[in-house]
């Protein structure tokens, strides 16, 4: 079936770096969307994107839906320590998947 | 209450129990879901219900059994299950079908042994 490929699969990063991860797939699809989940919780909507090329954010986090429709990014700014936690794409097209997540630590 | 709650949070069960897991949304969406979350596997979508009626069944093995009375609640009913199973089993609910941006509870976390 298709799957959403994200990278990277974790990271360790310090407390102030900027995070970039992102997220393909080898279908296009109609909507990305971004979920973050703390541990010992369900993962909450972050960030949608409904067309090409756009750019939203939320916060210091920027998300962007590809020009191919095949991919999408999030950034994250000066990270703190309340970021930490499992963040997953989600593409829709036809059907709907998630990735299968990043890992995010920060060290303070 | 606001928003999708589970219980229970945590539950272990042998493979010959019966159990049921429970689901309910206080905000008036018409869509909700059951999802299985297991260790470095992308979520795995098990059953849709669209106003209460079931419309999507992931080839779910019968040892699952959803219920939807109404659009507010979502059981799942869990016999004769395998180690396998145990994962976290997350409900989410959305206006309509067609709107990917769920609500999540904070699941159950469920163990067979």
């Known amino acids: 079936g298709q799957q959403l490929n994200q990278s990277p699969q974790s990271m360790f990063i310090q407390e102030g770096e900027d995070v970039s991860m992102n997220c393909t797939s080898s279908s296009i699809f109609n909507t990305w969307l971004w979920y973050k989940q703390d541990p010992g919780e369900g993962p909450v909507l972050l960030i949608a994107?409904?067309?090409?090329?756009e750019l939203t954010s939320n916060g210091r986090l920027t998300a962007q839906f590809g020009i191919t429709r095949k991919d999408s990014f999030l950034n994250i700014s000066a990270s703190i320590p309340s970021d930490v936690g499992i963040y997953f794409c989600?593409?829709?097209?036809?059907?709907?998947?998630f990735g299968t997540g990043t890992s995010l630590t920060v060290i303070p | 209450e606001t928003g999708v709650t589970q219980t229970p949070r945590h539950l272990v069960m042998g493979m010959t129990n019966k159990k049921s897991l429970k689901c309910e949304q206080h905000?008036?969406?018409?869509?909700m879901y059951w999802y299985k979350q297991s260790a470095k596997k992308p979520l795995e979508l098990m059953f849709v219900?669209?106003?209460?009626?079931?419309?999507e069944n992931n080839s779910v093995p019968s040892r699952f059994s959803p219920e939807c009375p109404n659009s507010s609640h979502l059981f799942l009913h869990l016999h004769t299950l395998q180690p396998e199973d145990s994962a976290l089993y997350l409900c989410?609910?959305?206006?309509?079908?067609?709107?990917?941006?769920?609500?999540f509870g904070s699941g159950t976390r469920l163990t067979v042994v």
């Open positions: 989600a593409g829709a097209g036809n059907q709907f998947y």
């Open positions: 994107l409904y067309k090409a090329g």
């Open positions: 219900y669209n106003f209460k009626e079931q419309t």
């Open positions: 989410a609910s959305s206006q309509e079908v067609r709107d990917h941006g769920y609500t």
């Open positions: 905000l008036g969406h018409n869509a």
